[in-house]
Each structure stands twice: as C-alpha cells, then as structure tokens.
C-alpha cells in the first residue's frame, strides 16, 4: 500500500478494532476519496472528504452516512452502512464504510438487457424512494429547496467555470426563473440520479450510490437528470460518465413514471442542463487551478456550450416563457 493508503488502513483497523487487509482507490466515476477496503472474509467501501475540506456540502460526509443508513433501514437498495465517525479518526478525517453490493456497472449491463427495462427498474426504484416519508429520510430537519433556490444553487458553481464556456448561463437562468412551474410536496432527491450511480444485477437496479447532493427538493429534479445524463453520450452532447449508455425516449420515461406532462418536464430538463453545466464547469476551473486534478473534464469543454444551448431552446419560446411560477 501507498502511504496514504497505509496511514488510512492503520486507523481504520483501530477504530473497527479489526483487521484491515489493504486499502485501494477506486478508479471509477470521480466521486472523490473512495476506497476499497478489504476485510478478514468481506470487502467494504471506504468514503472519506478530501483532505483539509471544510464539513459542509458534498464534503460532509458523516450527514451522507446519516442519510445512506437511514434510506438503508427504510429498504432501500442502498449500502448498508457499517461504521460510520463524524470524528477525524482515519487520516484526520471523518468517514463512512459500507458494505460493498455486488452488481454491475452501467457499461456491463448496458446492451445485454433492453433499455426500456433498465429504465423501468431506475424508475421504480425512483418512485419508492419518493413515496418514503421525509422522517424516514435522515434528513428531515432541513428545509425543502424551492426551484428559484436550485437556480442560485447551480449559479454558484457556474459563476466560478471558465468563462469562455458560460456566456449563455445568465440568459438561460433568466429563462429558468422566468417560467418556473408550479412547485409540488418535497420529496427526497438524490440529485445525482443517473445509471452511472447506480449497481445492477441484469436490469434490476441492486444499489443507488453517490448521496453527496442529495436534497429534499421537487421530484421531477430526479427523473430529468436520467433523462439529461442517459442521452448525453450517445445524442451529442459529449462524454459525460454514464451517459450514451441508456437511451430511452422522454415519452417513454414520463409513461413509466406518470403524473408530468412534457411542458412541466422540460422546464426541468432545462435545469438539468443548466446544473450539469455548472458542475463539470466548476470542477474544470479545480483541475485547471490544480486543485483537484482530473484532465478528463478538458474533454467536456464542448458539453458544457451544449448544455447551455439546449437548455436555452427547451425555453426560449412564446409558450414557455409565460410559465407558471
């Protein structure tokens, strides 16, 4: 093991009074400090901030291992967790460990089982996790974001992308707030909710991952970032992880879902847009500062413009910009 990989097993195996075989990054996604952890007769998933990260965010990691345990209990398809500190025990760190699903990765499954069935399976999944109560959520005492507040969210990060990239993201977020539709009862949003984040065995989703933003928040939020994200490989809009691996139709997702109409969706996937715009531009700036090195995000410079361009057309028409907000 590396350094860092030694230091984190020495501390782990003091905390869990237990043997720590070895410790690994994991390679896939860029979801940040997460490492295989091999235990006497199991292996687990380690999730640790990035060092010298403040505790807020998509850094807090013990409000995610809440959040994991909690949705866990409910009977979610979600890691069990199995040791959790909100203390800097491991590498001056808090920490989760859960345990480690078996299934596959979208780039396995895509192509040996129909499409329309995966999104049947992400769909179902989507909609227990909606019907759970907010108690049951682990986050309950937070309040709901509203969808003005989703766009100064994604403003944020935005505002700090490079900015030969963004020059339509003012107009686009004009638009947003201009024709916001009628918001309905919070529910929790994993907001993150692709195939890339997702475990399955056939078409069947065994695992949801990656709770860093989850929310509580509007539930067409979750079904337009399959949708944005599924197709944005394959229909152009450049290489994104998960994307292009799933295509299935709007129509088709909006059936198997139920209760949106196509108007109310796009608004919605135009905020997606916008997000997703916001969050590979943001993380380029940290690459490009060298604060969190990843030379894949040079290659989304293009998806970046893209985004914000569809997300434009999505809006900039007579009937969506009477909106409904």
Same mark, same amino acid.
């Given at each position: 093991?590396?350094? #860092?990989?030694?230091?984190?097993? &020495? ?22 400090? &997460? ?60 920490? +989760? ?25 992400? #769909? ?70 692709? +195939? ?115 997300? #434009? ?10 909106? &409904?907000?």
């Amino acid at each position: 093991m590396g350094d #860092i990989a030694a230091i984190i097993a &020495t501390d782990l195996a003091a905390y869990l009074d237990q043997r720590v075989r070895a410790v690994t990054p994991i390679p896939e996604g860029h979801s940040g400090f &997460t490492y295989w952890v091999e235990l006497d007769g199991s292996r687990a998933v380690l999730r640790l901030p990035p060092p010298g990260a403040r505790i807020s965010g998509s850094a807090d990691i013990p409000r995610q291992g809440r959040l994991m345990d909690a949705l866990n209990r409910a009977g979610l398809p979600v890691p069990a967790v199995l040791a959790m500190s909100d203390q800097p025990v491991v590498d001056g760190r808090p920490f +989760y460990l859960v345990e480690a699903v078996e299934g596959e990765r979208i780039e396995r499954v895509a192509g040996g089982v129909p499409d329309r069935d995966l999104a049947a399976s992400a #769909i179902h999944v989507l909609r227990t996790l909606q019907a759970l109560p907010l108690a049951e959520t682990g986050i309950a005492d937070e309040l709901p974001s509203s969808l003005e507040a989703e766009v100064t969210r994604w403003g944020w990060l935005m505002d700090r992308a490079p900015t030969e990239l963004t020059g339509s993201a003012p107009r686009l977020a004009e638009l947003l707030l201009a024709t916001r539709p009628a918001e309905r009862q919070p529910v929790l949003v994993h907001a993150d909710f692709h +195939y890339g984040n997702m475990l399955f065995r056939g078409a069947q989703v065994v695992a949801v991952l990656d709770w860093e933003i989850a929310e509580l928040g509007q539930p067409l939020l979750d079904l337009a970032c399959l949708s944005v994200i599924a197709r944005s490989g394959a229909g152009g809009q450049g290489n994104v992880p998960g994307g292009g691996t799933v295509v299935v139709s709007d129509r088709d997702l909006l059936q198997l879902y139920g209760e949106a109409d196509a108007g109310e969706f796009n608004w919605y996937l135009a905020l997606t847009f916008y997000k997703y715009a916001g969050i590979l531009g943001y993380n380029l700036m940290l690459h490009r500062r060298g604060k969190r090195p990843d030379p894949s995000y040079e290659d989304r410079t293009r998806t970046i413009v893209n985004f914000l361009d569809e997300g #434009i057309r999505l809006l900039d028409s007579p009937q969506a910009r009477r909106g &409904t907000g």
